[in-house]
Structure formats: structure tokens, C-alpha cells
């Protein structure tokens, strides 16, 4: 199995060059764009901020936000991450009992945005706003012991700024959940399980996930121009809130694991066990007004009285968020290529939810890649993404693995985790270069010519796809020329996975290696087509 370069070629590809370069070969940036213009933040007036928390104490949370101005007043963080709580809560999304509760998780959000796109990640300070305190698990679970105050579980101990509420408290977002991670696992697992809930999740999760690469990109600028031999425990990036989630006191040994479980969660018991719901009850719904002739207890906050809503007990005015629907069958044949796509995209919780567990594997490969000391070796990274990627279901693959999926990953990281699991599949008889540096030569001698190392039809389609897409991307990024071997290769691979691909099923099994045929010769098809082109 290749290696990660750690040469000093560039990081980035270029027409004109041979090779796509190892991702370990240089320092990148989650974007290739420049940093945007951020504002200067500074704390709000004492008079503003006390009515802040007072509005939010009194459950005011309602209304018109200001337009930012130059230089932008900021909230304190208390405040932005109660916002946070309040774009995903269920009284406020799911559970909401009026248009204006509705208005408030969404408002919530807007201004998270705003903040995110006029000051930026470092000058909104979202590592201190972005951070989780779980409250220990007995109390989170619905244990008997005490429950603690605002006070005893927040880790900001400024009396002025907290606010005397559950939701920035013990009810809170950042209270509720273990860590980051746990939010992650779980929203994907809801993406399966209870779409109306994903549909609050993937706004927060998508939110979150722009925010960690814009961070990373604004301190990856403070770095340009530092010495080349920047020690690690110096690099602006050790600050980046990727860094502290997957670098957190306190995560026990296989945390790695642990973070590509999250990513890969999948909605199976399991899964669920590992991430669980953040609220109880939470993917519950209020029935349509006049399915119920309960009296709605008036909700007091600042009292504690939820009403309703928190109610253990008594939960005959809520239903399953899914209820009365199942989940589309999988098609009974699959005679085309494109019927089959949308249920891939379904297995992994819809295009929304592979975008981003795709993004979230980019952050991690960046990390890894510049700073390895905060998280784990590029190579064992890689490892454990082959272990998640490598059994999955063939058209489940094809919607992670295939060039177009990818473009959400840097090339050279593409490149690598292609490479390395076409390491995992293809036959013993290849010739492994020493480095994943991707070149036109290295495609033609390692990769093109060779099947699977089984008989496996799934197998040698899955080869075939990731030789795919090692094609377009070289090409690309590149750029191939049409040459005699290239077109050896190309055709002697096609006929050996071809040949070796054997059918050994009955049955209903019969039907799975007739879909799996197709996409073995539905990617021959492209690999010859790509290849005229660049020959034409």
C-alpha cells in the first residue's frame, strides 16, 4: 500500500505538472480562495447587552434583527450559542406551537449566519461559543440525580453575561450533547430515521460545518509566510475548532474510531445507541390541532414550566415524527443506472447528508495533514476511512467514491483515498507504487490493467470505479495525453475485470450480480468514453 508522500512538492495540482501530489506534500487550506473580508468585532454597551439577556430571560425571543454594521457589535457568547440551542430545540422547530415559535428557530439561525458572514469565525469567537459541557449522563438520560444550575455546569462564569435560562443551561445544545461528534452521529442517523428532524438538523449541521472550514481557512492564512519549519505547537491552526473536537480532553482511547463512526452513522441500532437523540423525546411531534382535546399548559421559562412539552409523563398529544410513513423499497430491477442513484443517496440519509459527511472527511484528512500530533497519521486516517468505504454497498460506494462525489475533498486528497482503497481490492499482481503521487504513469503500470482480488462482481465494479475516477481526476487536474500504453491499459483492464467477474448465484441473489454486472460495464463504458475523448 502507497505511503503519503512527505515531499515538498506543492500541495496544489496544476496543469502542467505530471503528478497530483500527495496531501501530505505541503500545508493546505480547506478552500483554495483567498480568506474573506471579515469586520473587527467588540463587545456590546452594558446597557444593550443587559437587555440581551434580559429579553432572552424573558422569553422574548421574537422579532426583526438589526442590519451589521462597520465595526459590528457583537453579543456575548452566551448569547450566540443559546441562538444556536434555539435553531434546532424542538420547542422551536418540530414541536413548535405557532408560526411564532417557528420564526424563532429560524431567526436564531439567520443571526448565526450573519455573525458567521460579516465577522467571522475568529473574530465571533466561536471556539468559546461552540463549546459543550455535557452534563453528566444520569441527568441527561432521565436519572435521579440532582439537576444542576446554569451556574454549577456552564463553563463561562461571568454572572453578567449568563443567562437564567434551561435552554442556555442544563437544556442546552451544548449541555445536552456528549461533544461535537455526538451532534454529528446523531443528525445522521436522524437523516434515516426522522427526516422532520434532519430537516432542523442539517441547517445547524451545515451551519457548523461552515463555520470549522472558514476557521480553518482564516487561520491557514495567518500561517502563510511563517517558516517552513513551523513547529506544530505554533501554528495558528492548533487554535481551529476542528483541532479542539477532534483533540478534546477527556475522549477515551479509539476516539479516531469513535469520530469516523459518527461521520459514517447510519441509523442502525447501533448507531443510535452510540449517538442517541440529544432531547428526550425530541423526534416527537405535536398531532394536528384537532386530533387532541388537551389544555396546553402556558410555558414559563424563567419558572422552569415547560408546559407540556417536557412532560415525561403524559405524551398523548405527540407522535412519532415519522409516523404513518415508510421508507421507500428499493427497486425491484435495476435495468438503469439512473433508478438506482436516488436509493444510494437514501441509504446514506439523501445528496444533503453525503455532502456533508464527505466535507467533514475533507476536514479531517486537512488535519491530519498539518497538524498529525493533534489527531492521528494521514496513512492510519486513511485506514480507517477504507474501513467505513471498503464493504459498503456497491451503489453506496459509487455515490462516495465517484468524481463527482469527491470534488468536495481537495484533489490530492481525493487522490490519496482512492488510491488507498483500490490498495484494499485490486489484485495481488499489480504493481503498488511507493507514494500515492498520482501521474499519468502511475495510472497506466499500477492501476488501469488490473481486476479485482476476488471473483467478486461488486469487487471488480468497485475497482473499476476508483480507477474511474483516478482517471478523471488526473485528467482534470493534470491532464493525460493519449498514448498506445494508455490505451493497452485501459482496454486490458476492462477485459480482466470482465473475465474474472464471475457469476457463482442463484436465486434472489441472481438479480443483486445482474445489477452489480451493470455497474461494472456501465464504468467501462465512461473509461472508454473518457479515453476517446482525450485521444480526439
Known amino acids: 500500500m502507497p505511503s503519503p508522500a512527505s515531499s515538498g512538492e506543492s500541495f496544489h495540482s496544476a496543469k502542467g505538472s505530471d503528478s497530483i501530489a500527495s496531501l501530505s506534500s505541503g500545508r493546505p487550506s480547506i478552500h483554495e480562495h483567498s480568506v474573506p473580508f471579515y469586520h473587527e468585532a467588540k463587545p456590546l454597551p452594558y446597557e444593550l447587552r443587559e437587555h440581551c439577556v434580559i429579553y432572552f430571560e424573558e422569553g422574548l425571543s421574537s422579532g426583526?434583527?438589526?442590519?451589521?454594521?462597520?465595526?459590528?457589535?457583537?453579543?456575548?457568547?452566551?448569547?450566540?450559542?443559546?441562538?444556536?440551542?434555539?435553531?434546532?430545540?424542538?420547542?422551536?422547530?418540530?414541536?413548535?406551537?405557532?408560526?411564532?415559535?417557528?420564526?424563532?428557530?429560524?431567526?436564531?439561525?439567520?443571526?448565526?449566519?450573519?455573525?458567521?458572514?460579516?465577522?467571522?469565525?475568529?473574530?465571533?469567537?466561536?471556539?468559546?461559543?461552540?463549546?459543550?459541557?455535557?452534563?453528566?449522563?444520569s441527568s441527561r438520560r432521565g436519572g435521579g440525580?440532582?439537576?444542576?444550575?446554569?451556574?454549577?455546569?456552564?463553563?463561562?462564569?461571568?454572572?453578567?453575561?449568563?443567562?437564567?435560562?434551561?435552554?442556555?443551561?442544563?437544556?442546552?445544545?451544548?449541555?445536552?450533547?456528549?461533544?461535537?461528534w455526538q451532534v454529528v452521529g446523531w443528525a445522521f442517523n436522524c437523516s434515516i430515521l426522522h427526516k422532520r428532524r434532519w430537516d432542523r438538523w442539517v441547517l445547524l449541521l451545515e451551519h457548523f460545518?461552515?463555520?470549522?472550514?472558514?476557521?480553518?481557512?482564516?487561520?491557514?492564512?495567518?500561517?502563510?509566510?511563517?517558516s517552513e519549519q513551523l513547529n506544530e505547537d505554533e501554528d495558528p491552526r492548533k487554535m481551529c475548532l476542528v483541532t479542539h473536537y477532534v483533540s478534546a480532553d477527556g475522549v477515551s482511547n479509539g476516539k479516531e474510531r469513535?469520530?469516523?463512526?459518527?461521520?459514517?452513522?447510519?441509523?442502525?441500532?447501533?448507531?443510535?445507541?452510540?449517538?442517541?437523540?440529544?432531547w428526550k423525546n425530541e423526534t416527537k411531534e405535536r398531532k394536528k390541532e384537532g386530533d387532541v382535546k388537551k389544555l396546553e399548559a402556558k410555558i414559563d421559562i424563567e419558572s422552569g414550566n415547560w408546559g407540556d412539552y417536557m412532560d415525561d409523563d403524559d405524551n398523548s398529544d405527540l407522535q412519532d415524527s415519522d409516523s404513518g410513513k415508510t421508507s421507500s423499497p428499493p427497486p425491484k430491477n435495476a435495468k438503469s443506472l439512473v433508478s438506482s442513484i436516488p436509493n444510494a443517496a437514501a441509504d446514506l440519509g439523501g445528496v444533503e447528508a453525503v455532502a456533508l459527511r464527505l466535507r467533514l472527511l475533507s476536514l479531517l484528512s486537512t488535519v491530519?495533514?498539518?497538524?498529525?500530533?493533534?489527531?492521528?497519521?494521514?496513512g492510519s486516517l486513511?485506514?480507517?476511512?477504507?474501513?467505513?468505504?471498503?464493504?459498503?454497498?456497491?451503489?453506496?460506494?459509487?455515490?462516495?467514491?465517484?468524481?463527482a462525489s469527491l470534488r468536495h475533498l481537495h484533489s490530492s486528497a481525493a487522490s490519496s483515498l482512492t488510491q488507498y482503497l483500490l490498495c484494499s481490492i485490486i489484485s495481488a499482481s499489480a504493481s503498488l507504487?511507493?507514494?500515492?503521487?498520482?501521474?499519468?504513469?502511475?495510472?497506466?503500470?499500477?492501476?488501469?490493467?488490473?481486476?479485482?482480488?476476488?471473483?467478486?462482481?461488486?469487487?471488480?465494479?468497485?475497482?473499476?470505479?476508483?480507477?474511474?475516477?483516478?482517471?478523471?481526476?488526473?485528467?482534470?487536474?493534470?491532464?493525460?495525453?493519449w498514448t498506445k500504453e494508455l490505451q493497452h491499459a485501459v482496454d486490458r483492464g476492462i477485459s480482466e475485470?470482465?473475465?474474472?467477474?464471475?457469476?457463482?448465484?442463484?436465486?434472489?441473489?441472481?438479480?443483486?450480480?445482474?445489477?452489480?454486472?451493470?455497474?461494472?460495464?456501465?464504468?467501462?463504458?465512461?473509461?472508454?468514453?473518457?479515453?476517446?475523448m482525450i485521444k480526439s
Open 64 to 137: 426583526k434583527t438589526a442590519s451589521l454594521q462597520r465595526p459590528s457589535f457583537l453579543p456575548s457568547p452566551q448569547v450566540l450559542a443559546l441562538a444556536a440551542t434555539l435553531s434546532v430545540h424542538p420547542i422551536f422547530t418540530t414541536r413548535a406551537k405557532s408560526d411564532d415559535q417557528l420564526q424563532v428557530g429560524n431567526s436564531a439561525l439567520r443571526y448565526l449566519r450573519l455573525v458567521l458572514k460579516h465577522v467571522g469565525p475568529v473574530n465571533g469567537n466561536l471556539r468559546d461559543v461552540f463549546t459543550f459541557w455535557s452534563i453528566d449522563l
Open 145 to 180: 440525580k440532582r439537576r444542576r444550575t446554569t451556574d454549577e455546569v456552564s463553563p463561562i462564569k461571568d454572572s453578567l453575561d449568563n443567562i437564567n435560562s434551561d435552554l442556555a443551561g442544563t437544556e442546552s445544545l451544548w449541555a445536552r450533547s456528549e461533544d461535537f
Open 209 to 226: 460545518v461552515d463555520s470549522l472550514e472558514a476557521d480553518w481557512a482564516q487561520r491557514a492564512s495567518e500561517a502563510v509566510g511563517m
Open 258 to 278: 469513535r469520530v469516523l463512526r459518527a461521520i459514517f452513522a447510519n441509523g442502525t441500532t447501533k448507531s443510535v445507541s452510540e449517538f442517541p437523540e440529544v
Open 368 to 378: 491530519s495533514a498539518t497538524l498529525p500530533k493533534s489527531f492521528i497519521q494521514l
Open 382 to 403: 486513511y485506514d480507517l476511512f477504507v474501513e467505513h468505504i471498503r464493504h459498503l454497498p456497491l451503489r453506496t460506494f459509487f455515490l462516495l467514491m465517484s468524481h
Open 433 to 481: 507504487p511507493a507514494k500515492d503521487e498520482l501521474s499519468q504513469t502511475v495510472l497506466e503500470q499500477s492501476y488501469l490493467p488490473f481486476p479485482a482480488n476476488t471473483t467478486s462482481i461488486a469487487d471488480n465494479a468497485k475497482v473499476s470505479l476508483c480507477v474511474e475516477t483516478l482517471l478523471r481526476l488526473l485528467n482534470e487536474h493534470v491532464g493525460l495525453v
Open 497 to 532: 475485470r470482465e473475465g474474472k467477474a464471475k457469476k457463482v448465484s442463484k436465486g434472489a441473489r441472481k438479480a443483486a450480480e445482474a445489477e452489480e454486472r451493470m455497474w461494472l460495464r456501465s464504468s467501462a463504458t465512461r473509461i472508454k468514453t473518457a479515453v476517446e
